[in-house]
């Protein structure tokens, strides 16, 4: 049984370490899927269509994930990547959506 809310939960980007120029990181943006037959749907800044995927947690409850793997450049410095996750409710009539921004800082 699954249950919509008033207010879906906001993604979470995820940033390595520190940023420096001409290396390689991967970004992964993640939300929670309460109701796994009906995740949430991630899109971002960072690229078009970006393939999710689901993964089982330790506590049988399940994410959402989507992962592109960047090689900075002085242009990513100061750069804002906004993940949205879009939850179906109402049994996928509507659609509630939550965001998130970062802002990469590259040295």
């Known amino acids: ?9 906001s993604p979470t980007i995820e940033i390595p370490g520190d940023l420096k120029e001409a290396e390689s990181v ?12 009906s995740p949430p749907k991630l899109t971002w800044t960072l690229q078009q269509n970006p393939p999710n995927t ?7 409850t ?19 990547i906004t993940c949205s996750a879009s939850y179906p409710v109402n049994e996928g009539k509507d659609v509630k959506t939550a965001e998130e921004t970062k802002t990469l800082h590259v040295s």
């Open 26 to 37: 991967t970004v992964t943006c993640s939300a929670p899927a309460p109701c796994p037959h």
């Open 1 to 9: 049984m699954c249950k919509s809310t008033d207010s879906p939960p």
């Open 62 to 80: 399940f994410t959402t994930k989507i992962q592109k793997t960047l090689t900075l450049t002085d242009q990513h410095d100061g750069f804002n």
């Open 54 to 60: 689901m993964e089982e947690n330790p506590d049988r």
